[in-house]
């Protein structure tokens, strides 16, 4: 034993030699070598624990580095585990690091994690959470498990001293569109540092035998910007009818865990590229072509907005476009004909003129289009100038979200234009409409702006402690654009109210367990998952910022002023399309008739236009 190393903690009360003798004969099966993996190592390999497995597939990436300790930028492209292992091999060179550059699957998971005093789980997804945790119980071995997610984080430990699993405090795992990744939603580096390194805390005591064997199981929560920033919840008891308890139901090998978290996480990135409708969506070397005179929303939380935009676009976030997509649509309409007719007169001048030199400056001030693009054949008088809306995000999915609400919401317009004044709404032309939507985007994020409504509205019983569990599902992920994170915290309910009812996740199961609204059920679950309220670990409620966020946190008035301030629009209660005698004619074409409209949305989102219009396009 090396004392000079070890001193410090040689001398504490409780450890001394015995303690460092157990640590040095410990071992721990790190799985995931990132935000949480690097902190979590660094402590166990410092503290003298003997044996280390680290397990990642993943190779280190630019964005890993500004939380991932142990790798710099001399390790980009190496695997994580070896990169790990490298920097464990300076940091701690007696400590044994095996490497394993794989994913744990259920049929390796126990040949993998057997031989380990406990297991750490430091993994991002639901599926490998739920495995670890079966693994754990079949091992007879303690799952430390950490998450952390934007300014969130929880950690707790399963299996111990026969106390519940993973399944036995929440049953179900999140459906995957509501358990987004950090590539996703975003993470605060020494927010995942803090987790891992108490997820190493946590090893070390029970390594050592310093954890007491009486405590009953808990979940720490931790909220960066919440005050106290650590709060504590009892986890419930170990559940008699658990699966993983009962040995012979539990066959791991033969378990998909994919499919028990309700399949893969979507692949947003390959969603937002697909061409369903091709009227519906607009390649970015047309969006560049066609940028003089049209009126680009962009749908992006304003952090985002603020980090990169396409010159001359206007932010309405999802959210706020959602709440009111008819005053959207005439605002960008009025704002759309206002730069039309700027750019029909600057046509004219330049036929005057005959300056027949097309510049390509495409992201001129949007009141002053100079060029007559390919794509905008000369207008006649007589032709009227179509209003074209442009919907971008940044990934393609949102805004087809968006384009699909301002299009059922022209449609509606038209169809009460065209429907006679005292009949019912043209229902039929409004639901086929509706039905091309859904459809459309079948595996798009339609259906969780409803979802997460039911979450939002929720947010509203912030002081009933029995809704308390649904009201994690608040909206972290920047849809509340108006709010400040730190004010959505601060409205949730304060340590004391979590300390005299600890039992909201553990035994209070209606308001979890069973709850059908939402996923609440399973916060470590979720991917680095985190906990917004401390009884209310539902993070993976939420939906990812490429997705549908919930609607309606912006005033009407504000987004107006918004788009009046961003436009220069004046309020325009409604088009010239609404006193239109035209009839009989399918509702969107009323308008097309009248002065044309077309709404179609980026393929692709702003990661199409960095790749295919602006290299220098930031790409996040
Ligand atoms: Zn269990």
Not at 403 to 409: G, I, K, S, T, V
Request: hydrophobic share 40%.
């Amino acid at each position: 034993m090396d004392y000079a190393l070890y001193s410090r903690q040689l001398i504490l009360a409780g450890f001394g030699v015995e303690g460092q003798r157990a640590l040095g004969e410990g071992s721990c099966v790190v799985v995931g070598a990132g935000g949480l993996g690097c902190p979590a190592l660094t402590y166990l390999g410092l503290s003298g624990v003997g044996r280390l497995t680290v397990i990642d597939e993943d190779v280190v990436e630019v964005s890993n580095l500004a939380r991932q300790s142990l790798h710099d930028r001399a390790s980009v492209g190496t695997p994580k585990a070896v990169s790990a292992k490298a920097a464990l091999g300076r940091l701690a060179p007696g400590v044994e690091v095996r490497a394993v550059v794989e994913a744990v699957t259920a049929a390796n998971a126990l040949e993998l994690l057997s031989g380990h005093t406990l297991i750490v789980d430091c993994s991002d997804n639901p599926a490998t959470r739920y495995l670890l945790s079966d693994a754990a119980v079949v091992l007879g071995v303690p799952l430390v498990s950490g998450a952390g997610q934007q300014y969130e984080g929880q950690l707790a430990v399963y299996n111990y001293n026969g106390g519940p699993c993973l399944r036995c405090v929440f049953p179900r795992p999140p459906a995957p569109q509501f358990a987004p990744s950090c590539a996703d939603v975003g993470i605060l580096g020494p927010v995942v540092g803090t987790i891992g390194t108490l997820q190493a805390l946590e090893a070390v005591k029970i390594i050592a035998n310093l954890a007491p064997a009486d405590a009953h199981p808990h979940m720490l929560l931790f909220s960066a910007l919440a005050l106290p920033p650590f709060r504590s919840i009892k986890l419930r008891n170990r559940k008699p009818d658990c699966i993983a308890h009962a040995a012979t139901s539990l066959d791991i090998a033969n378990t998909d865990y994919i499919q028990l978290c309700g399949g893969p996480r979507p692949d947003w990135e390959s969603l937002g590229t697909q061409v369903r409708d091709p009227t519906h969506r607009i390649p970015a070397r047309t969006l560049a072509q066609n940028l003089p005179g049209a009126t680009i929303l962009d749908v992006r939380p304003p952090t985002e907005f603020g980090i990169c935009r396409i010159e001359g676009s206007i932010n309405i976030p999802l959210p706020s476009l959602l709440a009111s997509p008819r005053e959207v649509l005439d605002r960008a309409l009025a704002g759309s004909r206002d730069r039309a007719l700027a750019g029909s007169r600057n046509r004219a001048l330049d036929s005057l003129s005959d300056t027949a030199t097309p510049t390509t400056s495409s992201s001129s001030d949007s009141t002053t289009p100079t060029t007559t693009s390919t794509s905008t054949t000369t207008p006649t008088t007589s032709t009227p100038t179509p209003h074209r809306i442009y919907l971008v995000c940044r990934l393609g999915n949102d805004s087809q979200v968006a384009a699909d609400a301002l299009r059922e919401a022209a449609n509606a317009d038209a169809v009460r234009v065209a429907a006679p004044a005292d009949a019912p709404p043209a229902s039929a032309s409004t639901s086929s409409n509706v039905d091309a939507s859904t459809s459309a985007d079948a595996d798009a994020p339609t259906t969780s702006a409803a979802d997460n409504a039911a979450t939002s509205t929720s947010t509203a019983n912030a002081d009933d402690p029995t809704s308390t569990s649904i009201n994690a599902g608040v909206p972290l992920v920047s849809v509340n654009t108006d709010a400040p994170a730190a004010a959505t915290i601060a409205e949730a309910p304060a340590a004391a109210t979590i300390a005299e009812a600890p039992t909201t996740i553990a035994e209070a199961p209606t308001t979890n367990a069973e709850a059908p609204t939402t996923n609440a059920e399973a916060p470590t679950t979720n991917a680095e998952a985190p906990t917004t309220n401390a009884e209310a670990p539902t993070t993976i409620a939420e939906a990812p910022t490429t997705n549908a966020g919930p609607p309606g946190d912006a005033p009407d008035a504000q987004l107006g002023a918004k788009m009046a301030a961003a436009t220069g629009a004046v309020s325009s209660p409604a088009t010239g399309v609404v006193s239109s005698p035209v009839t009989g004619a399918p509702p969107l074409e009323i308008r097309d008739l009248i002065g044309g409209l077309e709404i179609r949305d980026l393929i692709g989102g702003l990661r199409a236009w960095a790749r295919e219009v602006d290299p220098a396009f930031p790409v996040y």
